[in-house]
């Protein structure tokens, strides 16, 4: 038999792992176990790390991010061409957050939203915006990930060159012009047309990586 509190509680997990992260205007300098590394994203259900070194997938370890010390699992972990040489991009997914710890979290989310706020309110009035102690990833390039939701498209700027299972993914200088004609394409086309558009979409990254 399930109780309810056991119930709401899975609940409470799901809900916190599918949550999306935030990705960060300033990278957090944090360490996991010890091993420097740079928090590109977060969230309540994880983050996303850049560092020098693969971690296996499975891994459990202490993130330590500002004032958050949490236990998180790898999820994947990923090597990308970075401006010199090549970096890991590794997932995280939090394995349980206390009370104290869950507020910890949300003090790095707040900084970073009101980062965004006034990021964005300097470009309303015309200023230039840049916050303190600016950290950005290593990757030489960025790329556009476009997934297409039932709510419509959703656009994503990463460092990840690989294709989603639900869009398309192209380098981040390709005109919106041409971002609409493939939104279009794709969302009129078949399962056959969509997986050729991502071929060629894969190809052209991999021509722009060894450019």
């Known amino acids: 038999m399930v109780h309810a509190g056991t119930t ?8 916190s792992r599918q949550a999306p992260r935030v ?9 996991f176990d010890g091993t420097p590394v740079l928090v590109l994203e977060l969230g309540l259900g994880g983050a996303k790390l850049e560092h020098a070194q693969r971690m296996d997938v499975g891994r459990r370890g202490r993130l330590a991010c500002g004032d958050l010390v949490a236990t998180a699992a790898v999820r994947y972990s990923i090597v990308l061409p970075a401006e010199r040489g090549v970096v890991y ?16 979290l949300f003090k790095l989310l707040i900084d970073e939203a009101q980062e965004q706020v006034k990021e964005w309110e300097a470009n ?14 290593a990757v030489s390039r960025r ?6 939701t039932p709510q419509g498209w959703r656009q994503q700027v ?20 041409d971002l609409r004609i493939l939104c279009r394409t794709y969302q009129q086309g078949d ?17 722009r990586l060894q450019g």
């Open 8 to 15: 709401m509680q899975g609940s409470r997990d799901q809900a």
């Open 23 to 31: 990705i960060l205007r300033k990278a957090i300098d944090a360490q």
């Open 89 to 104: 991009h590794t997932g995280l997914a939090f394995t349980g957050l206390d009370p104290a710890q869950t507020e910890d």
């Open 124 to 137: 309303q009035k015309g200023d230039g915006w840049r916050p303190k102690h600016i950290r950005r990833s």
């Open 143 to 148: 790329f556009i990930a476009l997934h297409l």
């Open 158 to 177: 990463t460092s990840d060159p690989n294709q989603p299972l639900d869009g398309i993914a192209v380098v981040d200088d390709t005109p919106r012009d």
């Open 191 to 207: 399962d056959a047309t969509r997986e050729l558009m991502r071929r060629m979409a894969t190809l052209a990254i991999l021509e």
